[in-house]
């Protein structure tokens, strides 16, 4: 079920996505949301990649275990 929520564009970006939307044959709506989905998954993504980067130094530091380059 949809959230209804209030964005505040400024007029300048919001004419931006006006025609970058027309342009993929998308409302200005479906395409700011799709834009936010996808800044959403690189989000979860960065944050899963320094999770398992801690870990690793965590498990290095405390085995003391690398690979040979």
């Known amino acids: 079920m949809p959230a209804t ?5 400024p007029l300048e970006l919001k004419e ?8 993929a044959g ?3 709506h479906a395409w700011m949301v799709e834009a936010l989905e996808q800044q959403a998954v690189a989000a979860e993504k960065r944050h ?3 999770a398992a980067a801690l870990a690793a130094k965590a498990e290095v530091a405390e085995t003391g275990l690398v690979y040979r380059a």
Not at 5 to 9: A, F
Not at 16 to 23: G, K, Q
């Open 48 to 50: 899963a990649f320094v």
């Open 26 to 28: 998308k409302s200005p």
């Open 16 to 23: 931006r996505i006006t025609p970058l939307a027309e342009s």
């Open 5 to 9: 929520t209030t964005l505040k564009l």
